[in-house]
């Protein structure tokens, strides 16, 4: 009989053992296909092969899966469970495991055999036990303000005495630079984003590439470019005032590899652990800068005078702004003008009497707070015992008594 066999294996497997029994199976006329993936950890139930693997089985392409041990088919105690009394059973799959000796054609019993269950619960509880481990010294790690990313920040770049601590890298530190400086001179991310794309300039992926660093993209893009969210990342991490703060994103678990962002209050953070390339200031007034909302028309490079500032007096909505060919320009509820038509009313402004206004209340609080510095001055001038009758006299307005 002719039996198509698909082998599951990793690269680091009984090879030898593996090769000669597929040397055997080759003189026979059998068919095999080898599915690697040794990337990936046995926590991993997305990896690509086994994806693969799954499929052909459903779709009777394999009818026979060769394994190294048990848990390379996956390290979740339910999921093998199911691959194995159900999914080979009723797609009719021959399945063996070298380390357990288990053949589900030659020796049916080995299957529901204790070992399986027992070795599945095992490997189950060995993966919970070892991201544990992990978790633990890393966290120590961080504690210490010892950096364990794979990467540098852009900007930086590891010790080559000590992988644990940060240097700068002076080309990459200068772009850093200019981006906080465009951001503090009013430049919308999106047109700093276009700025750095428009100039050539390498994007971290990149540039990481073209210091011959074996990085790839995380999202797998042929040319990668600057993106918004690559510069409002870095606006907004503390790495680049000199602080180590790591904990900033977390596996959800040892079998849900989700990332997931953690509250800045829960982050890891130690200060003054490298050379810093922004100053505290900067970096504090970058942080109230962009809890403004100020989203701009594609095109716009400048943000607007009251972009992020207006809200509905009624609402609390933001107010959004309408310009006729930039002459008129106003200001209207965001929620009456794409909301609802009931819930506010229209509430416009011209923006020419709004500006009017703002430089009206400005001016005032000006003249207030000099004159009550005068005022201040002139009470601390004052002989002691007077000092109520000058403030009433001069200030108030009262004639003489
Ligand atoms: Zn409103």
Not at 74 to 83: A, P, T
Not at 255 to 273: S, Y
Request: net charge positive; hydrophobic share 35%.
């Amino acid at each position: 009989m002719r039996e198509s066999i698909l082998i599951y294996f990793f690269r680091f497997l009984f090879i030898d053992l593996t090769i000669n029994r597929l040397k055997i199976c080759l003189d026979k006329g059998v068919h095999f296909k080898e599915y690697k993936d040794d990337g990936f950890t046995g926590t991993d139930a997305d990896r690509d092969d086994f994806q693969r693997l799954l499929s052909d089985i459903c779709t009777g392409k394999i009818n026979c899966v060769i394994i190294k041990d048990l848990s390379r088919l996956s390290r979740d105690y339910v999921e093998v469970d199911i691959l194995i009394d159900r999914l080979f059973v009723q797609m009719n799959v021959r399945f063996i495991s070298l380390h357990e000796r288990i053949d589900s054609y030659n020796d049916p019993d080995s299957v529901s055999n204790m070992v399986v269950p027992i070795t599945n619960v095992m490997n189950d509880q060995y993966c919970y036990q070892t991201s544990k481990k992990i978790r633990q010294v890393v966290d120590y790690k961080k504690r210490n303000g010892e950096f364990i990313g794979s990467y540098a920040p852009y900007g930086y770049i590891k010790d080559p005495n000590d992988k644990h601590a940060l240097l700068v890298d002076r080309e990459a530190a200068e772009v850093v630079k200019q981006i906080f400086a465009m951001f503090l001179n009013g430049m919308a991310v999106r047109a700093i984003v276009n700025h750095l794309n428009d100039h050539g300039v390498m994007c971290p992926s990149l540039y990481k590439q073209s210091q011959g660093l074996k990085y790839s993209c995380p999202n797998g893009q042929a040319k990668p470019m600057w993106s918004t969210i690559t510069v409002t990342n870095m606006l907004k991490n503390p790495v680049y005032i000199g602080d180590m703060a790591q904990g900033r994103n977390r596996v959800k678990s040892y079998k849900i590899h989700k990332i997931e962002a953690v509250p800045e209050e829960d982050w890891i953070v130690v200060q003054n652990t490298h050379e810093p390339l922004v100053d505290r200031e900067t970096f504090e007034k970058v942080k109230q800068l962009l809890k403004r909302d100020t989203r701009t028309a594609p095109k716009q490079k400048q943000l607007y005078l009251f972009s992020g500032f207006l809200r509905c007096a009624d609402c609390g909505r933001a107010m959004s702004r309408i310009a006729s060919k930039e002459l008129y320009v106003y200001y209207q509820c965001g929620t009456y003008k794409s909301l609802s038509k009931k819930a506010c009313t229209m509430h416009s402004i011209k923006s020419t009497r709004l500006e009017a206004a703002t430089l009206y209340a400005i001016r005032q609080q000006v003249h207030l707070a000099v004159s009550y510095s005068a005022i201040v001055s002139q009470i601390n001038l004052a002989p002691l015992k007077k000092s109520q009758s000058v403030r009433l006299e001069r200030f108030v307005g009262f004639p003489n008594i």
